[in-house]
């Protein structure tokens, strides 16, 4: 049997493709203005990549903030379940799940199973998220794909304290001015990523392994300073932010 996952993301749209439990292939493209041709198109570029026809997909679930749009899947699930549902197959061992995408951020907390017991969801503040470290990357004039082994190298995070992106990006603004280090501005703007998602964490019964998924999962920086406040390893696997999308194509498999 042959399933498909679809996640509309606020800034990503992802799709996955299992058949019979194996993962055959994922793809991540963005969402642009229109979350419904986003979805199809990253859809229809995975079934082409893997040498499929589209009606070959025997069940298809959407999820995300765009999950309505996507008007071909067989149903649409909530993010909370499918990204549950994804760190499960990838892990069965996981019990944390802290997801950080580019406009909200979430903690899943799950059982031996891999049902969802408790979540909580930050989703009216940039800070603690991707496009919070999109923001800053741009103040600082570094791509982003080079903000997490930049991080590596600091002896002396800065300390950014406003709670506010915009407020944020002028503190990161003034410390260029003194001439603070760029690795040390970004190691402080990891930490304060780390710091605002640790405490939105807290709030469950946080319990190990910890898994991250998410496209700010693929920051070594933000990694390691979550393992920092968790005091514990944070498993980052290669799937990371297709882990909705994964799910997705899981929870599939058991539609009629």
Known sequence: MKTAGIDIGSITAKAAILEDGVILGTRIGFTGYNAGVAGRKIFEELTGELGMEVSSIDRIVSTGYGRNSVEFAHKSMTEIICHGAGAHFLDPEVRTVVDVGGQDSKALILDASGKVTDFVMNDKCAAG??????????????????????????????KISSICTVFAESEVISLISRGEQRENIIAGIHDSVASRVYAMAQRLAVDTPIMMTGGVARNIGVVRAL?????????????????????AAVLACSLP
């Open 129 to 158: 998220t991707g496009r919070f470290l999109e923001v800053m990357a741009r103040a600082l004039e570094v791509n982003l794909d080079e903000f997490g082994e930049l991080s590596l190298h600091s002896e002396n995070p800065a």
């Open 227 to 247: 393992e920092r406040r968790f005091g514990s390893p944070v498993e980052v696997n290669g799937y990371a932010q297709a882990n909705g999308a994964i799910g």
